[in-house]
């Protein structure tokens, strides 16, 4: 009899060939925009300020705290209860671990960091999936919310004039929906992230109260996220930016963020993310197109030097608190 692993193993390749080939597509595609809407660039006078790149990526490192938070809550609920440095750890180790081939990569990874301590991997895991899963939802919650402030007003009232006046009503309707939603919410998420997880021996589940806390907990990590967003533009301009427009940042960070997650064939949403952020910033009057692509691929490496650092930082912390306990 064949082997089973010798047939499902050319189907691997496949998967992973079809991932590559549609990553592979995209990034000629935003590298063709990308290339468009930058080439007039006189990039020997383009001025990048460093001093407002380490706070964009402050902004990133510490814009994690809520959900880092959240998803500790939620395993001490489940009677797991891991070292806020040691969740901060195995959470960081996700953000690197989603630039592994499919989604569920940053997910086992962070369940991996907390099994290596004693601690149980299927609650690690459904968590994990429970906490990315949730944090998404809200992000999609927050675009879909500001996604009216992506448009100018000249542009709305050039093809959509009836709606200037009603910005506000997708944001209602969507948060009105998320708190009214919340029981049946939880109990989706739940069961989303007990198959996720595919743990038959442990079951989670989780309270509308915890709910409505990682509501709250994500809606500050998004803020965060689009100051970061609004840090990196900063170093890009001599002019002082305002914090009016945050709003208009975390739109344009939550839309891009969420639509790389659901891009599950690229990894890290790489691509997709730079493709969409540009998109959405260089229609805003006060964003050149030249700012809003630079600003896109830093943001990038801005956020992926900051999670490597982070990291290593709190592994590094981590085994010093492990051999001050041994002493």
């Given at each position: 009899?064949?082997?089973?692993?010798?047939?499902?193993?050319?189907?691997?390749?496949?998967?992973?060939?079809?991932?590559?080939?549609?990553?592979?597509?995209?990034?000629?595609?935003?590298?063709?925009?990308?290339?468009?809407?930058v080439?007039?660039?006189?990039?020997?006078?383009?001025?990048?300020?460093?001093?407002?790149?380490?706070?964009?990526?402050l902004?990133?490192?510490?814009?994690?705290?809520?959900?880092?938070?959240?998803?500790?809550?939620?395993?001490?609920?489940?009677?797991?209860?891991?070292?806020?440095?040691?969740t901060?750890?195995a959470?960081?180790?996700?953000?690197?671990?989603?630039?592994?081939?499919?989604?569920a990569?940053?997910?086992?990874?962070?369940?991996?960091?907390?099994?290596?301590?004693?601690?149980?991997?299927?609650?690690?895991?459904?968590?994990?999936?429970?906490?990315?899963?949730?944090?998404?939802?809200?992000?999609?919650v927050?675009a879909?919310?500001?996604?009216?402030?992506?448009?100018?007003?000249?542009?709305?009232?050039?093809?959509?004039?009836?709606?200037v006046?009603?910005?506000?009503?997708?944001?209602?309707?969507?948060?009105g929906?998320?708190?009214?939603?919340?029981?049946?919410?939880?109990?989706l998420?739940?069961?989303?992230?007990?198959?996720?997880a595919k743990?038959?021996?442990?079951?989670?589940?989780?309270?509308?109260?915890?709910?409505?806390?990682?509501?709250?907990?994500?809606?500050?990590?998004w803020?965060?996220?689009?100051?970061?967003?609004?840090?990196?533009?900063?170093?890009l301009?001599?002019?002082w930016l305002?914090?009016?427009?945050?709003?208009?940042?975390?739109a344009?960070?939550?839309?891009?963020?969420?639509?790389?997650f659901?891009?599950?064939?690229?990894p890290g949403?790489?691509?997709?993310?730079?493709?969409?952020?540009?998109?959405?910033?260089?229609?805003?009057?006060?964003?050149?197109?030249?700012?809003?692509?630079?600003?896109?691929?830093?943001?990038?490496?801005?956020?992926?030097?900051?999670?490597?650092?982070?990291f290593?930082?709190?592994?590094?912390?981590?085994?010093?608190k492990?051999?001050?306990?041994?002493?």
């Amino acid at each position: 009899m064949p082997d089973p692993q010798e047939k499902e193993s050319p189907k691997g390749w496949w998967k992973l060939a079809l991932k590559a080939g549609l990553t592979l597509v995209v990034l000629i595609f935003v590298g063709r925009r990308t290339w468009m809407l930058v080439r007039d660039q006189d990039f020997s006078t383009l001025s990048i300020c460093p001093g407002w790149l380490a706070v964009s990526g402050l902004c990133y490192a510490l814009g994690w705290g809520p959900s880092i938070w959240f998803w500790r809550h939620i395993l001490i609920a489940h009677d797991q209860k891991p070292s806020p440095l040691l969740t901060g750890k195995a959470y960081f180790s996700g953000h690197l671990g989603k630039y592994i081939p499919g989604k569920a990569g940053a997910i086992l990874l962070r369940a991996a960091v907390l099994k290596e301590q004693g601690f149980q991997f299927g609650i690690a895991a459904i968590t994990a999936a429970y906490e990315t899963l949730m944090m998404m939802g809200v992000g999609l919650v927050v675009a879909g919310s500001l996604a009216p402030l992506l448009f100018p007003d000249s542009m709305l009232k050039t093809y959509l004039p009836w709606a200037v006046g009603w910005r506000w009503l997708p944001g209602a309707i969507l948060i009105g929906a998320a708190l009214l939603a919340a029981p049946f919410i939880a109990w989706l998420l739940s069961g989303i992230s007990n198959r996720v997880a595919k743990t038959s021996d442990v079951h989670f589940s989780l309270s509308v109260k915890q709910l409505l806390q990682g509501y709250a907990a994500f809606v500050l990590t998004w803020i965060m996220l689009g100051l970061s967003l609004g840090a990196a533009l900063q170093s890009l301009s001599d002019e002082w930016l305002s914090l009016s427009d945050l709003p208009l940042w975390t739109a344009a960070v939550s839309a891009s963020t969420v639509g790389g997650f659901l891009a599950v064939f690229t990894p890290g949403g790489l691509g997709v993310r730079e493709g969409i952020m540009m998109e959405a910033l260089r229609i805003q009057p006060e964003i050149t197109a030249d700012d809003a692509v630079l600003v896109s691929w830093i943001l990038r490496v801005v956020w992926l030097v900051t999670e490597v650092g982070v990291f290593f930082v709190l592994v590094a912390v981590v085994k010093w608190k492990g051999q001050q306990r041994l002493k």
